[in-house]
């Protein structure tokens, strides 16, 4: 599609959304199934709901300009969601999960953010005045799914984290101890540098 003018933007734009969100209704569900914390959990049910509402918004909007209901490919979204996935993957701390979770999550909202208030204003600037409120509707609600997961991370979820983390790592400090006894200097330098290579405060040299 030739972008000779601005509606012609706004229209390969709001497509592009309509893929995305498309894409995280399929992968929400995912993200609740593997959040530990159920406020997190009912937090990404919560706005699976709200992400079908921005579907239907956006058909509506699409409808209105005598457009087929159909999606452009938004590399965006599918390069957050692949990375997400990969994090899902990985063997996590539930907390620290969680923590991540919340991260790739606000990766999502601050981009739908972003595009959300770009067409808004190309709706306004075009006089589609009836889409222009629908896509402010959107907008506000990423921004307040955006704060819920902001006041998630930072009352709880990041400090469960943290503290698994410390956890961790006290766990592999006392099995240093256990394996002590009387070390000359020379003997101790060496064991705090291994301590130290275990707790992963240390990067291993390059090859």
Same mark, same amino acid.
């Given at each position: 599609?030739?972008?000779?003018? #601005? *509606?012609?933007? @706004?229209?390969?734009? %709001?497509?592009?959304? @309509?893929?995305? $969100?498309? &894409?995280?209704?399929?992968?929400?569900?995912?993200?609740? !199934?593997?959040?530990?914390?159920p !406020?997190?959990? +009912?937090? =990404?049910?919560?706005?699976?709901?709200?992400?079908r509402?921005?579907?239907?918004?956006?058909?509506?909007?699409?409808?209105?300009?005598?457009?087929?209901?159909?999606?452009?490919?938004?590399? /965006?979204?599918?390069? %957050? %969601?692949?990375?997400?996935?990969?994090?899902?993957?990985? $063997?996590?701390?539930?907390?620290?999960?969680?923590?991540?979770?919340?991260?790739?999550?606000?990766?999502?909202?601050h981009?739908?953010?972003?595009? @959300?208030?770009?067409?808004?204003?190309?709706? !306004?600037?075009?006089? =589609?005045?009836?889409?222009?409120?629908?896509?402010q *509707?959107? #907008?506000? $609600? $990423?921004? &307040?799914?955006? *704060?819920?997961?902001?006041?998630l991370?930072?009352? =709880?979820?990041?400090? +469960?984290?943290? +503290?698994?983390?410390?956890?961790?790592?006290?766990?592999? /400090?006392?099995?240093?101890?256990?394996?002590?006894?009387?070390?000359? !200097?020379?003997?101790?330098?060496?064991?705090?540098?291994?301590?130290? %290579?275990?707790?992963?405060?240390?990067?291993?040299?390059?090859?």
């Open positions: 599609m030739a972008l000779n003018t #601005l *509606q012609d933007l @706004y229209v390969d734009e %709001i497509k592009d959304l @309509y893929h995305a $969100e498309k &894409q995280l209704i399929k992968a929400l569900p995912k993200m609740a !199934e593997k959040a530990s914390a !406020e997190l959990r +009912n937090a =990404f049910e919560e706005h699976l709901e709200v992400t509402d921005h579907v239907t918004r956006l058909e509506e909007i699409l409808r209105g300009l005598g457009l087929p209901v159909k999606g452009k490919t938004c590399k /965006g979204i599918a390069g %957050i %969601i692949s990375e997400n996935k990969a994090l899902m993957g990985e $063997e996590a701390e539930p907390s620290v999960l969680d923590a991540g979770l919340i991260a790739g999550a606000q990766r999502a909202e981009y739908e953010m972003a595009a @959300y208030g770009a067409v808004r204003t190309y709706a !306004e600037t075009l006089g =589609f005045s009836t889409a222009a409120d629908l896509l *509707q959107t #907008l506000d $609600e $990423e921004k &307040q799914a955006d *704060q819920k997961l902001t006041e991370a930072e009352s =709880f979820i990041n400090n +469960n984290a943290e +503290n698994g983390s410390a956890t961790a790592m006290r766990s592999g /400090g006392a099995g240093q101890e256990m394996l002590g006894g009387d070390m000359d !200097e020379d003997e101790e330098d060496v064991e705090v540098e291994e301590t130290y %290579i275990l707790s992963g405060t240390v990067e291993e040299p390059p090859e």
